[in-house]
């Protein structure tokens, strides 16, 4: 039987995250469902989802489902979700938190995130454009809204909180005022974008990352070429009889990331999690890392002139 052991990171807080999960940004309803009922019917105990992907119902669904049929039990399954944009002041963030747990329809979640660093105006449309298209950007500094996530914890709606698109420098701050510590940042890890000096950088502050868009976004990539079919991971992928998106996948794991690829095809998401078996050599590593382009797929241009734009310093 297709049993994939897969192994887990333990949290600063004393809790523990799979270090492979399943992403579902833009896995639509009446497809995300059958893909989360699937991926945890195989042996997948992490799913990643966000209030802003609009699916956190069909994800609940599908995770309450397989525990009343005793697939699996809640303290099994890992599940994160995120704060978003809209939602950054102090005030705002634990009935944020609520309204993703009704959705969910369940008790906890095991990790709350904050989306992006960047806050916008309060607003019923997630991304608030002015008459001229621009984003209506507010102020809010994320260390008010840390406290908000603080809150979150201790009314027992999350079990541990964290952030997702940080540098180094917002780190930093958030460190240096938290009662409550982050225990995992969730960046993008690719084959083109190692994150090394960012993984590291965490590990010293006792915090896990998480990789998204392991496998580079091959359905939406902009003109951007696809390195899954670079010489390199083909030779690779040749060696460990492995397809590309396992070599993708298994050097973000090896990177020190948790790799939460999407998929709904339930091929892929079988394929995508068998990764347990083999191991990358150094060289092959450093390979795959001198073949990156340094792309980053995820850059969130529309919101490069927000004062808390993570990406304007290196890492
Ligand atoms: N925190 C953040 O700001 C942030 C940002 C981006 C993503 N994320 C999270 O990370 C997850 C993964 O990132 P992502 O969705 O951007 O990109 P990704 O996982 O790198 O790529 C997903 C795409 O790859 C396809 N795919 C899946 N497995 C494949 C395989 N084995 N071979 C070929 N194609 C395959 C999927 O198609 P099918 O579904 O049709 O199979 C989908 O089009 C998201 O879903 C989300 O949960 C977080």
Redo the contacts with the bound molecule.
Sequence with gaps: MFAPVVPRVEFSNGYSMPMFGL????SVSGEVEKAVKYAIDIGYRHI?TAFYYKNEKEVGDAIREKIKDNTVKREDIFVTT?LWNTAHAEDKVVSACRKSLENLGLEYMDLYLI?WPIAFQDNEDLMPVDSTGLLMFSDTDYLETWKGMEECVRQGLTRSIGV??FNSHQITRIMEMATIKPVNN?VEVTVNLNQVPLIEFCKKYGITVTG?????????RRGVANSLDSSEILAISEKYKK?P?QIACRYVYQQGAAP??????PS?IK??IDIFDFELTSEEMKTIEMAGSGVRM?SFPDAKDHRYYPFAIPF
């Design positions: 992403g579902t940004y833009l990643d995120k989306h997702s698109n969730q998204y868009s392991p496998l580079g976004r091959p359905g939406n397809t998106a939460i690829p999407k998929s709904v095809t892929r394929e995508n995820g």
